[in-house]
T-cell receptor, first 112, second 111 residues
Framework: DTEVTQTPKHLVMGMTNKKSLKCEQHMGHRAMYWYKQKAKKPPELMFVYSYEKLSINESVPSRFSPECPNSSLLNLHLHALQPEDSALYLC???????????FGPGTRLTVL | GQQVMQIPQYQHVQEGEDFTTYCNSSTTLSNIQWYKQRPGGHPVFLIQLVKSGEVKKQKRLTFQFGEAKKNSSLHITATQTTDVGTYFCAGPGTNAGKSTFGDGTTLTVKP
């Protein structure tokens, strides 16, 4: 299985809602990533987990809260988002920091 | 911090023409990766280059890593409509796990 799955595919939420994005991989990868991608822009790194521990937080606002329950799962909890947070949220995994990243299909988030 | 610049931003070609995108880093890279993102899709890994002066080929795609390991290029020979998408280069950052993506080159191919 060389696939990274993400749910949901689409999400519309209000600024007062709480929601979660989920990511799963079964490739035994030890590094997992959250990216944010705006239209016509490159992926922008948000968080990196290594061996289930948060290793990089790119100064992301606290309304985004990552969680890595186990080596296969990665969550992104959302609370009190702003309309400018609307974007494609991509999850990725890699065997380690030196190897290629496998991206999931993403969650397209709209904040109203 | 590290910057990875990519040119051109957009390239429109007639089917059958060649295409090249260039990637330049402000610092020496230990490796460089190339990804392709189709419209409405997600980035898909194409290749990784590690050695100075390395050249790798995948069918009509040729990837090069500069001698100084600060630049790289992707060349597509005889483009096809299936080549449409945005091509990103990515280099490892100073912090382990932090890859810096170039801004991407969006290729459109006119049949």
């Amino acid at each position: 299985d060389t696939e990274v799955t993400q749910t949901p595919k689409h999400l519309v939420m209000g600024m007062t809602n709480k929601k979660s994005l989920k990511c799963e991989q079964h490739m035994g990868h030890r590094a997992m990533y959250w990216y944010k991608q705006k239209a016509k822009k490159p992926p922008e790194l948000m968080f990196v987990y290594s061996y289930e521990k948060l290793s990089i937080n790119e100064s992301v606002p606290s309304r985004f809260s990552p969680e890595c329950p186990n080596s296969s799962l990665l969550n992104l909890h959302l609370h009190a988002l702003q309309p400018e947070d609307s974007a494609l949220y991509l999850c990725a995994s890699s065997q380690d920091f030196l190897n290629e990243q496998f991206f999931g299909p993403g969650t397209r988030l709209t904040v109203l | 911090g590290q910057q990875v610049m990519q040119i051109p931003q957009y390239q429109h070609v007639q089917e059958g023409e060649d295409f090249t995108t260039y990637c330049n880093s402000s610092t020496t890279l230990s490796n460089i990766q190339w990804y392709k993102q189709r419209p409405g899709g997600h980035p898909v890994f194409l290749i990784q280059l590690v050695k100075s002066g390395e050249v790798k080929k995948q069918k009509r795609l040729t990837f090069q890593f500069g001698e100084a390991k600060k630049n790289s290029s992707l060349h597509i020979t005889a483009t096809q409509t299936t080549d449409v998408g945005t091509y990103f280069c990515a280099g490892p950052g100073t912090n382990a796990g932090k890859s810096t993506f170039g801004d991407g080159t969006t290729l459109t191919v006119k049949p």
